[in-house]
């Protein structure tokens, strides 16, 4: 029945160590998109190298990177940022 918040800038660190993550919008902060994962209960009983080789822990890594990414893109600017 504890909470435990861990912020972190490593996408990996937060599927692994996280049920539950949230991802932050900037400017405004705000929650953009909310996830819950299994991988930390998965890690549990396995290697954490074998658990980062389940096909749903990449695609979870990609979406959140590729939405990252997006954010930022749109902060600087699509023009900036293609250069």
């Given amino acids: 029945g504890k909470t ?17 993550l949230l991802v932050m919008a900037p400017r405004p902060g705000r929650i ?3 996830y819950r994962l299994p991988f930390a209960e998965l890690g549990v009983g396995q290697d ?7 096909p749903d822990f ?7 990177l590729g939405m990252i ?3 930022e ?3 600087m600017g699509r023009s900036e940022a293609a250069e």
């Fill in 58 to 64: 990449n695609i979870k890594r990609e979406e959140i």
């Fill in 32 to 34: 953009h998109t909310e």
């Fill in 69 to 71: 990414w997006d954010m």
């Fill in 4 to 20: 435990i918040i861990l912020i972190t800038h490593s996408v990996e660190e937060a599927l692994l160590l996280g049920e539950r």
């Fill in 73 to 75: 893109e749109e902060i």
């Fill in 48 to 54: 954490l190298r074998e658990v980062k080789k389940h």
